[in-house]
């Protein structure tokens, strides 16, 4: 008989509504009832697509033995991650906080008043590896409960007083961030396999982001690193990813993580927020160096968003799953029996070599793929050695296609998709390719045509049904996607829209009394505190990415306002800064771009024709300390800064400003490519 799950729409949520558990989905309603019985709360937050959480439910939620003492003395409630974030950011820190680690499916105990005392992850159903039981945890959390109330009040008390702590201001320091960040990086840079740090090993695609943004701007920190040092933090890591396991070398797309440091065997699932922004960074690395092989991942990666993850090119979905026929991996991994069954002899040889497989197999008797494409570029592989590849691999996706595909999680996610779009405008941005600007401008649209007249937009939208409990993370990630349409469109509309949403931001999100933004709305009241986003993991901090968002909209619109905003949030986030630098990259980057501004503005005024790909001619996109957006003749603007500037005869013109001084307006390509270089020279 279904249990409680069974109306709800998220496929997590579904995926358990079968249980024996009598699972409640969040609300206030089971908090009552526990409050009424006196019984703990079993609160079990996981996603779609996490292998441990599917293994626990096979063995742990389907068994009646331990649904019925579950049903008989807790409330349990089940959340969905993706569908909320904020719940999973304040009790993902309190299991931190209990445990010292994290992780998914995350298993709190708490009081009826939401506090959390007692917290793990995976709990296997015997006792394993010196790890109790799922059902002797349940049994001493009730002895406990019953029998050392006083305990858990003492718990509860002072984890929720060490979540509201926060570092002293007054331990501001003089500290130059970005060598203290390149010293840490250097440290855990793994020299032989590319990436920071040892096994398991993540993209970390906000480190590659940073390390974009020092070398962009190389000449101011060249007395910190060498920059063939710096080369090989990026290359090789960008490369080592990209022939290992972690990535499909058939399908195309990152998993999610490995296991061992060599990027070779991963934990299967997909994320949309890993994909997006690794082909943002590969695609501008791939302006950088000039690689192809960059360029490949990059639009491989959208190959397989457009392909599987999306839905009619206007949303794209959030995740595909680790497992398919109750098998990890077993979609994306090969028998060598298997192909040398459907393979000709010749084909079987050369797939030997490009995927360095054997009929040993290098996991559990059986092959994952690596090397691939990358390393054939890598090796001086010519257009006939890419073109055999191709067809290989078209081959290789046709025998798998007929394997059962691991369960995809169709939520549309609007900060996610923010991240989709951005990394669309970055591949037009790259190589033109005006299918890109399109796909964006569909996805754009679908979400904002889901959006409330009161700026509420959808977290996320699922069989066209918007649901409405945005974060932080999806108005910073959704409002930076808009600014980089309206640098890529010139089209104003866009620019308009993200001002109108960072001010819903500053009502909603912004507390002046706190000097923070909190992930969850001032209108949501059903967390016992307000979670911030202050550290980047898996991806940069909403909080950081708004307040850079801020710093932009700020610097070239010349208001005060959000300035003021971004400097109580600075001298908030310096001491975090200062004490965990490899967590608050993107903090350390929007303080140097803070630091080093010289509010150089582009204003690109038009008549909205001839406008197509010039962002991309000018090649100005990534022009360090530069802002520029565009906006026609046709539109008025409400901004002082908009308001003397005109287009001449007709023609796109363009006006480079200094501190909001101006040089002569141009509408001559030459005249603008030349003010461009002596600015990019004086940088």
Same mark, same amino acid.
């Given at each position: ?303 397989? *968003? #457009?392909?599987?993850?999306? +839905?009619? %090119? @206007?949303?794209? =979905?959030?995740?595909? $799953? ?125 979400? *904002? #045509?889901?959006?409330?007249? +009161?700026? %509420? @937009?959808?977290? =996320?939208?699922?069989? $066209? ?125 929007? *303080? ?92």
């Amino acid at each position: 008989m279904p249990n409680k799950l069974i109306n709800e729409i998220s496929p997590y949520l579904l995926q358990h509504a079968n249980n024996p558990v009598d699972w409640y989905p969040w609300s206030e309603k089971p908090f009552q009832i526990a409050k009424k019985f006196d019984k703990p709360v079993f609160l079990s937050i996981g996603y779609s697509s996490c292998h441990w959480c599917h293994v626990m439910e096979k063995e742990s939620f389907s068994d009646n033995k331990i649904a019925e003492y579950m049903n008989s003395n807790f409330v349990s409630i089940k959340v969905d991650r993706e569908e909320r974030p904020d719940i999973d950011s304040i009790y993902m820190d309190s299991l931190q906080a209990l445990t010292g680690s994290g992780g998914w499916p995350a298993s709190l105990f708490l009081t009826p008043d939401k506090i959390p005392f007692f917290a793990g992850t995976y709990f296997p159903p015997k006792d394993m590896n010196g790890h109790p039981s799922f059902r002797k945890i349940l049994e001493s959390v009730h002895e406990h409960y019953i029998h050392k109330k006083q305990t858990i009040t003492n718990i509860g008390t002072e984890l929720k007083k060490m979540l509201l702590t926060e570092l002293d201001q007054n331990e501001l320091t003089s500290s130059d961030q970005v060598k203290n960040t390149l010293t840490q990086l250097i440290q855990s840079f793994d020299s032989v396999n590319g990436g920071f740090s040892n096994a398991p090993k993540f993209p970390q695609p906000h480190i590659l982001e940073y390390l974009y943004y020092l070398k962009i701007n190389y000449p101011r920190y060249q007395s910190l690193v060498l920059e063939n040092q710096l080369d090989q933090m990026i290359i090789q890591s960008i490369s080592k990813m990209s022939k290992g396991g972690i990535y499909d070398h058939i399908g195309g797309g990152f998993h999610r993580y490995t296991v061992d440091s060599k990027w070779q065997i991963p934990h299967f699932e997909k994320m949309l927020y890993d994909n997006a922004l690794l082909s943002n960074i590969y695609s501008k690395f791939y302006e950088i160096y000039d690689q192809e092989w960059m360029k490949y991942i990059s639009e491989d990666i959208l190959r397989y *968003l #457009n392909k599987h993850m999306s +839905n009619k %090119l @206007i949303g794209y =979905y959030a995740a595909q $799953d680790a497992d398919s026929e109750g098998e990890e991996g077993k979609y994306y991994i090969w028998e060598f029996n298997e192909l040398r069954d459907k393979l000709t002899n010749d084909d079987l040889k050369m797939t030997t070599k490009i995927f360095s497989l054997s009929e040993k197999g290098n996991f559990e008797n059986k092959n994952i793929l690596t090397k691939g494409l990358v390393d054939i570029y890598e090796n001086g592989g010519n257009k006939e050695n890419v073109d055999e590849f191709n067809n290989l691999k078209s081959h290789l996706e046709n025998i798998r296609n007929k394997k059962k595909q691991p369960f995809t999680d169709k939520k549309i996610i609007t900060s996610w998709n923010g991240m989709t779009i951005t990394a669309l405008i970055q591949n037009y941005f790259s190589n033109s390719e005006v299918e890109y600007l399109n796909k964006a401008i569909n996805s754009t649209e679908y979400i *904002l #045509n889901n959006t409330k007249n +009161n700026n %509420l @937009i959808p977290r =996320y939208i699922i069989n $066209d049904k918007p649901i409405y409990s945005p974060t932080l993370e999806d108005y910073a990630f959704f409002i930076e996607s808009l600014l980089k349409l309206n640098q890529a469109t010139l089209n104003y509309k866009w620019f308009e829209i993200a001002v109108s949403l960072t001010n819903t931001v500053i009502d909603l999100y912004w507390d002046d009394k706190t000097g923070y933004m909190y992930e969850s709305s001032k209108d949501a009241k059903d967390l016992f505190v307000r979670p911030k986003s202050l550290y980047d993991n898996p991806y940069t901090s909403s909080f950081s990415k708004m307040t850079e968002i801020l710093y932009i909209l700020g610097s070239f619109l010349n208001n005060k306002y959000y300035i003021d905003i971004v400097q109580i949030i600075i001298n908030k986030m310096i001491p975090y800064i200062d004490k965990i630098p490899l967590h608050t990259l993107s903090w350390v980057q929007t *303080l140097d771009k803070i630091n080093y501004d010289q509010k150089n503005h582009l204003f690109i005024i038009h008549e909205d024709k001839n406008i197509d790909c010039l962002s991309n001619k000018l090649k100005i996109n990534n022009i360090p300390n530069l802002i520029y957006f565009g906006k026609s003749n046709t539109i008025d603007s409400s901004y002082q800064v908009f308001k003397d500037k005109r287009s001449i005869d007709g023609t796109p013109t363009f006006y480079l400003c200094k501190s909001y001084s101006c040089d002569l307006p141009t509408n001559s390509f030459d005249d603008i490519k030349s003010q461009l270089k002596y600015l990019i020279n004086n940088l």
